[in-house]
């Protein structure tokens, strides 16, 4: 089992920044990605940014200039770094891990239960 926790969420104004993380524990041994999704109320669960194990980077067209992820993986993290927020990013925003499970090595993945980042004026 890999659990993950997120932090760094609020309220921010238009063009800010926020910084996320996402720290992993437990069976982490064969964690081969990572990435970030997002929901707004109504709205469906959209990916956001994910990232490989060998830091292959893939992000959705609407944040691609403005959001980064990169991995620290001595500390078993992910981070989002997200500029120049606009009221449309509003959302719960998920991390997940994608891992092969120890016991039958079967693929997984894991989901952090969310944080929110507000943007508003």
């Known amino acids: 089992q890999v659990q993950l926790v997120e932090t760094g969420g609020g309220l921010v104004q238009p063009g800010g920044s926020l910084r996320l993380s996402c720290a992993a524990s437990?069976?982490?041994?064969?964690?081969?990605?990572m990435g970030w999704h997002r929901q707004a109320p109504g709205r469906q669960r959209e990916l956001v940014a994910a990232?490989?194990?060998?830091?292959?980077?893939v992000y959705t067209d609407s944040v691609k200039e403005r959001f980064t992820i990169s991995r620290d993986n001595a500390k078993n993290t992910v981070y989002l770094q997200m500029n120049n927020l606009q009221p449309e990013d509003t959302a719960v925003y998920y991390c997940?891990?994608?891992?092969?499970?120890?016991?039958?090595?079967?693929?997984?993945?894991?989901w952090g239960q969310g944080t929110q980042v507000t943007v508003s004026a």
């Open positions: 997940n891990a994608d891992y092969r499970r120890d016991s039958d090595y079967a693929r997984t993945r894991s």
């Open positions: 990232i490989t194990d060998g830091d292959s980077t």
């Open positions: 437990g069976s982490i041994r064969n964690i081969y990605g």
